[in-house]
């Protein structure tokens, strides 16, 4: 399912234009974003925590050429998924 | 930094930044999320633009051991959420370091080796590699002074060298053989012994002077004591060469001064005693004639007596003997100038030197 599709899915469960519900929806995303930048975690009850990690450098080797390459420290976004949604998955 | 933001946190945000009502941005918060649990469990895969991707991955069953009883069991096989963030928000929470790249490693770069010192390197122990350094650095400088010394044996077969020099090298050979005693004295020394040998040919100290500065830099604390070294063992050598030219061939000399041809001559009418190259008409001062102790307190002005060593005889009885200390055997060694003082045959000649107090 793309962007599209779930907002109009959102906006028919909302029972709002598709306009506002796309709007509502960027607006949550780049506030989550912004949190998400500013190293909070976001956890949302009954679905799952979004969260930021700071990864080391390291040397990585490509196995068919054998090169090595050095890979920048990096912070990434991760998703915990809360057990609620685990269980849900795991059922279908 | 590091809070945990709540959907309560959220809602209020978004309600503030849309001029919503609390109570709406709360359930369109809470719709939302119900949305995407739905959409991620019926759909599988869930794009959501500027957060990113979320995904039903089936995880295959596999055979465990459960901890506690050891039995074995089979996990059944079922599936769970992935989320891969979005490229926009990945750079976003990257920025920090968005100016690292991958870098390609060079095949030869000893990667593997600077990860393993580099927790090594707090140790002290790290300091003792550099020492080592350093006296490597010595054994090759070392080295650079033997072939800078090739360099002055060759120009000076080329070059007739005058007495003068020759007289001046001579006083310095004792403090080649004194080698660290004063460090000082003999840096002192050498360096108005180096203008003495001006006579020298240019070319000696051309090749020899740009060498010893390559040698020493980034040593200075031995910079002294190699340069000293340096010059004593060019002009050990100089002399070496000088005086054997004066016992073997000693015919075809420049006679540019008549001194030098007299002194030169009673060098070669007494060859076998060297007592005699001492005693030359025109007076010079004992310093110029005998090797002298560097620092010492009295001056070698001639030889006493030679003494035969016999069967338990030794420089510091000598010493004792004929000074009444055992410390003057310093000046025995240097006036017959003994390569190895520790070992001396019997039956060996050993000069005993005439002492006089220097003022």
């Known amino acids: ?92 | 930094m590091e809070k945990k933001i709540s959907l309560q946190d959220l809602a209020d945000a978004l309600a503030s930044r849309k001029n919503f009502s609390r109570r709406e941005a709360d359930t369109f918060v809470r719709n939302f999320f119900e949305c995407v649990t739905q959409c991620v469990v019926d759909d599988k895969v869930l794009k959501i633009k500027g957060l990113g991707t979320f995904k039903l991955i089936e995880v295959a069953s596999r055979e465990s051991v459960n901890v506690n009883t050891g039995e074995r069991i089979v996990i059944p096989g079922h599936s769970k959420v992935s989320f891969a963030p979005d490229t926009s928000l990945r750079d976003q929470v990257n920025k920090p370091f968005a100016d690292f790249q991958t870098v390609i490693l060079n095949e030869n770069t000893p990667l593997d080796e600077m990860e393993r010192t580099e927790p090594v390197t707090p140790l002290p122990v790290a300091d003792f590699p550099e020492e080592t350094d350093d006296e490597d650095d010595l054994d090759i400088s070392v080295d650079d002074v033997s072939i800078v010394t090739d360099d002055v044996e060759q120009a000076e077969e080329h070059d007739e060298e005058d007495i003068q020099s020759e007289a001046t090298t001579e006083e310095v050979k004792p403090v080649a053989a004194d080698t660290a005693a004063e460090n000082v004295e003999p840096q002192t020394e050498t360096a108005t012994e180096v203008h003495a040998v001006a006579t020298v040919p240019a070319a000696v100290s051309a090749t020899a002077t740009p060498a010893v500065q390559v040698v020493h830099k980034g040593i200075s604390p031995w910079f002294a004591l190699l340069y000293a070294l340096v010059t004593l063992l060019l002009m050990g050598l100089s002399y070496y060469l000088g005086y054997s030219r004066i016992l073997s061939l000693n015919i075809q000399r420049p006679k540019t001064e008549q001194t030098r041809v007299v002194r030169k001559k009673a060098n070669v009418s007494a060859a076998q005693q060297q007592k005699a190259a001492a005693k030359p008409k025109p007076k010079p001062s004992p310093t110029d004639l005998y090797p002298q102790v560097p620092g010492g307190k009295y001056l070698i002005v001639g030889t006493r007596r030679v003494h035969i060593m016999r069967v338990g005889d030794s420089i510091l009885k000598l010493a004792v003997k004929e000074y009444g200390h055992k410390d003057f055997a310093q000046y025995i060694i240097v006036f017959n100038q003994f390569p190895n003082p520790d070992v001396i045959s019997v039956g060996a000649e050993v000069k005993i030197p005439e002492l006089k107090e220097n003022k």
């Open chain 1, 1 to 92: 399912m793309n962007n599209k599709e779930f907002i109009a899915f959102l906006s028919e469960k909302n029972g709002t234009s598709t306009r506002l519900t796309a709007e509502l929806t960027n607006a949550l995303v780049a506030e989550v974003s912004s949190q998400l930048e500013d190293e909070n975690t976001v956890s949302i009850a009954g679905f799952g925590a979004f969260e930021v990690k700071k990864k080391l450098e390291r040397v990585l080797v490509n196995p068919a050429t054998k090169q090595r390459m050095l890979v920048p420290p990096k912070i990434v976004v991760n998703f915990k998924p809360n057990n609620a949604l685990k269980d849900k998955a795991k059922s279908k």
